[in-house]
């Protein structure tokens, strides 16, 4: 599977060209990103195995019955950012957040947790696909910006981090 970084150019890439498709192939990976006219949202659909399976046998995605922050607007989210000096984990697709591998896990990470760039922070599931998403900043976790279950859009803050 692509690296965030990767995906995020490419997605970059397609709203600033705006390209409604893109299909790479390559090293025994197919990875095809759509998104319909004049809308924003981009589907990542990977052809490779997914990253991590649903923790339930029917293939329903995970729950996490622990308690989240509720959700802080974008807008509230870059201004949080900007004025504390805290940096943003950000969605680099479209899907639904999950805190946990399943209902039953701990949580990934807490406020209060020291991340690193290759620590996994959550999980994304877009087109039943569920992509672990690393952190991508050294620092310790100030807020939770979603909650389990929540869709998220790409480039939508997820977590603030304050850096090290």
Do not use: W
Not at 63 to 88: F, M, S
Not at 93 to 108: H, K, N, Q
Not at 130 to 148: D, H, M, P, R, S
């Amino acid at each position: 599977m692509l690296d965030v970084k990767k995906l995020k150019e490419l997605i970059k890439l397609m709203v600033t060209n705006d390209l409604t498709e893109l299909d790479l192939q390559g090293d025994g990976e197919r990875v095809t990103l759509k998104r319909g006219p004049g809308d924003q949202k981009v589907h990542y659909v990977p052809t490779a195995a997914p990253v991590l399976q649903a923790g339930e046998p029917n293939g329903t995605p995970p729950t996490n019955g622990t308690a989240t922050p509720p959700a802080v607007g974008q807008g509230q989210a870059d201004q949080e950012a900007g004025d504390t000096g805290l940096e943003q984990i950000t969605s680099p697709m479209v899907g639904t957040f999950y805190a946990a591998s399943s209902p039953d896990a701990a949580p990934f990470v807490t406020v209060g947790d020291r991340v690193d760039p290759e620590k996994v922070v959550c999980i994304i599931e877009a087109m039943k696909v569920f992509n672990e998403i690393k952190a991508e900043a050294t620092g310790t976790i100030e807020k939770i910006l979603v909650q389990t279950g929540q869709a998220v859009e790409f480039d939508q803050p997820l977590f603030l981090v304050r850096p090290d």
